[in-house]
């Protein structure tokens, strides 16, 4: 049994903007310390036979300047790796392209704390209706995933464990939790607090499949 309470407050979750050359753009970010070395955390990062295992298979030339595949989601391209401690691609998606950045940095105890920023341009009204939650979940899980890797033992040690995981009442409450961390960062943001709570009632809605009230409201 994954003990969901641990993991969710093992994770630090900010939610900030950027001003690019080609407009604003939103950031996302989580940060949480391994009980592993900085070397350990860079190889599960960064080769493809170990991120099969935590996260999804990924295909193609995992090197600088090379294109990668991950099964059934993103594609792009290796913008900068500076081993052991820092990676960035491009995340491409559903026509959109965004960036995503992995920084990695000792610790104490032997420690290795990572770090990983999402940076992308947000349709206005998608962001309105989602919040960050909607891709933050998303990694909250990723996050869960390399826990549970790089610790051992683990009760999620593949992908499709994974799924059926996230598919269960743990997994719901999981990301209902999670989305509720969403929602806080995003009020910490300095966001309307009313149309943060919208927005992660409704991402929280849509990870979960709750069922609608009796009344007919969701």
């Known amino acids: 049994m994954i003990d969901v309470a641990t993991q969710i407050n093992a994770v630090a979750r900010t939610v900030g903007s950027r001003t690019l050359e080609d407009g604003e753009a939103k950031t996302v970010l989580v940060r949480q310390t391994y009980d592993a070395t900085l070397e350990?955390?860079?190889?599960?990062c960064t080769k493809g036979d170990r991120?099969?295992?935590?996260?999804?298979?990924?295909?193609?030339?995992?090197?600088?300047?090379?294109?990668?595949?991950?099964?059934?989601?993103?594609?792009?391209?290796?913008?900068?790796?500076?081993?052991?401690?820092?990676?960035?691609?491009?995340?491409?998606?559903?026509?959109?392209i965004s960036w995503v950045e992995?920084?990695?940095?000792?610790?104490?105890?032997?420690?290795?704390?990572?770090?990983?920023?999402?940076?992308?341009?947000?349709?206005?009204?998608?962001?309105e209706e989602f919040g960050p939650g909607?891709?933050?979940?998303?990694?909250?899980?990723?996050?869960?995933?390399?826990?549970?890797?790089?610790?051992?033992?683990?009760?999620?040690?593949?992908?499709?464990?994974?799924?059926?995981?996230?598919?269960s009442d743990e997994g719901r409450d999981f990301m209902a939790r999670s989305g509720e961390r969403w929602h806080d960062a995003q009020v910490a943001a300095g966001e309307d607090p009313a149309a943060a709570r919208a927005a992660a009632d409704r991402t929280i809605?849509?990870?979960?499949?709750?069922?609608p009230s009796e009344d007919g409201q969701g």
């Open 205 to 211: 809605a849509a990870y979960t499949a709750a069922p």
């Open 102 to 127: 992995v920084r990695l940095a000792s610790a104490a105890y032997g420690q290795t704390s990572f770090e990983l920023e999402h940076t992308a341009h947000v349709d206005a009204a998608r962001w």
């Open 40 to 44: 350990d955390v860079w190889d599960a």
């Open 51 to 96: 991120i099969a295992r935590w996260f999804l298979p990924v295909k193609g030339d995992l090197r600088l300047g090379g294109r990668y595949q991950i099964e059934g989601n993103a594609e792009g391209e290796v913008l900068d790796c500076e081993p052991p401690r820092r990676l960035r691609v491009t995340w491409e998606y559903a026509g959109d």
């Open 134 to 167: 909607a891709v933050g979940i998303g990694w909250d899980m990723t996050l869960l995933g390399l826990a549970q890797h790089l610790h051992g033992g683990g009760e999620i040690s593949s992908p499709e464990e994974g799924a059926l995981w996230a598919a």
